[in-house]
């Protein structure tokens, strides 16, 4: 019985392992120097460093506006009916980038003084990200197009492994500014590393690939902006009220979260270019199925890895973080500790299956909405009770948000003819 699960879902699981493999390089080298962080610096700069993070990501995402995950969908179904375009995905979508990241980074350099103030100097540092960052998500998006998990895999190990030299070296010894240095320094080698291992594309402007990857983008983009006000806008409200150590609380408690949702993340990656095929082939019966399959799966994800943080996140933070109040971590993450579930399955129904199906709108509604009600809520919570405030919010908005759009994307494939 194994075995011929196993056969038939052979692609899957080697790409799911290989994805896992490439995450955990990419994002493992990210939270360790969140972590490194953490522990050298003191929670003030811990703050400032989440606070100016939290801002640069901010200008990242209308340095991107979707055109990764667009990409992504286009070059799994231009590799179906037209290698031609294929060819043109990557040099056509990069203009797009450095045209959007040419606007926003100008932009920066002229209100920045104005509104980050004594903050504006840690953005400098990090204004090479609003570039870096949108362009490995880019290359990040052909490969898992076109199920090149293996490649992706290997190429982020090698990378991620080889940053550890340096990582360490100028936290350690240059604290938050060398801190943001290496996020720098990570990310310009990743792209390298990702360039070399992608050549297959013409240097040819395509202007119907253009307006395909710009238009699904747009909608993508919104959801992204909508996301931001669902998760970090928090650490912009928090700075807003000068809860500046509270950052570092909050964002020690997101990081975990995301890192443990990491597996689900993963999974949707993978699964979503068989999605788009199946969705393009109109194989909707079977669609349903396999919707209904990875959702109950992502659930016992997310159950089980609420098992396991109940019984080992108080001591680790006891042993790795002891400046900080553990009680108020550990109690935070219980508060939390549901959205390992809800969202562990919204990231099947959103990124797995609703955006590879072409149904991006829905996610751009839902986190639009939501990413609104959170602002508002967050804000009144926190002026209300402080910090505890943010949580409190954070669990409630994504908490109603991730169930009804599960939900309502089944009821939309469902009715399809």
């Known amino acids: 019985m194994i075995k011929k699960t196993y056969t038939k879902h052979k692609e899957t699981v080697h790409n799911f392992i290989w994805r896992a493999l490439q995450i955990g390089a990419k994002q493992g080298i990210v939270f360790l120097i969140f972590i490194l962080c953490a522990k050298f610096l003191t929670p003030y ?44 995905v990557l040099f056509n979508s990069g203009i797009i980038i450095l045209a959007l990241t040419i606007i926003v980074s100008i932009l920066t350099l002229i209100l920045g003084p104005w509104y980050l103030k004594d903050k504006y100097i840690y953005i400098l540092y990090l204004l090479p ?12 998006g052909i490969y898992r197009g076109l199920k090149k998990f293996k490649q992706l895999a290997i190429i982020s190990i090698v990378i991620g492994l080889f940053s550890l030299i340096f ?15 290496a996020q720098n320094l990570f990310y310009l080698i990743l792209l390298i590393g990702l360039g070399l291992g992608y050549r297959d594309f013409s240097f040819k402007l395509n202007k119907e690939v253009m307006k395909e990857v710009t238009k699904y983008s747009i909608i993508v983009g919104i959801a992204g902006l909508g996301f931001f006000f669902f998760t ?7 700075g807003y009220f000068n809860l500046i150590e509270e ?7 997101n990081k975990v979260i995301l890192i ?6 993963i999974l949707a990656q993978v699964i979503s270019p068989e999605v788009t095929n199946m ?21 016992l994800i997310g159950l089980i890895t609420i098992l396991l943080v109940s019984v080992s996140f108080l001591p680790l933070v006891i042993l790795f973080l002891p400046k900080y109040n553990s009680s108020l971590l550990f109690y935070s993450m219980l508060i939390l500790s549901p959205l390992l579930i809800t969202q562990s ?21 839902f986190l639009l909405i939501f990413g609104v009600i959170n602002i508002i809520l967050s804000s009144f919570l926190v002026w209300y009770m402080g910090y505890m405030g943010i949580i409190y919010s954070t669990l409630i908005a994504k908490g109603i948000a991730d169930i009804l759009f599960i939900i309502i994307y089944f009821r939309i494939i469902k009715n399809e003819k």
């Open 279 to 299: 969705y393009y082939r109109k194989e909707n019966k079977k669609l349903i199925k396999e919707y209904k399959k990875y959702l109950i799966f992502s659930a």
């Open 167 to 181: 990582v360490y070296f100028l936290i350690a010894q240059y604290g938050l500014i060398g801190a943001l240095i």
């Open 129 to 140: 990200l609003i570039f870096l960052a949108p362009m490995t998500s880019l290359y990040d």
């Open 345 to 365: 399955i919204s990231n099947i129904a959103s990124v797995g299956f609703s955006t590879s199906s072409g149904y991006a709108r829905l996610n751009m509604y």
């Open 232 to 238: 970090r806008v928090n650490v912009l409200i928090l």
């Open 247 to 253: 950052i570092g609380y909050y964002e020690i408690i």
């Open 260 to 265: 443990l949702l990491i597996p689900s993340t």
């Open 45 to 88: 700069d811990f703050g400032i460093y989440n606070y100016a993070l939290a801002i640069v990501f901010f200008l990242i995402i209308f340095g991107d506006f979707g055109i990764s995950t667009a990409t992504s969908k286009y070059v799994a179904e231009y590799n179906v009916t037209n290698k031609g375009k294929l060819k043109a």
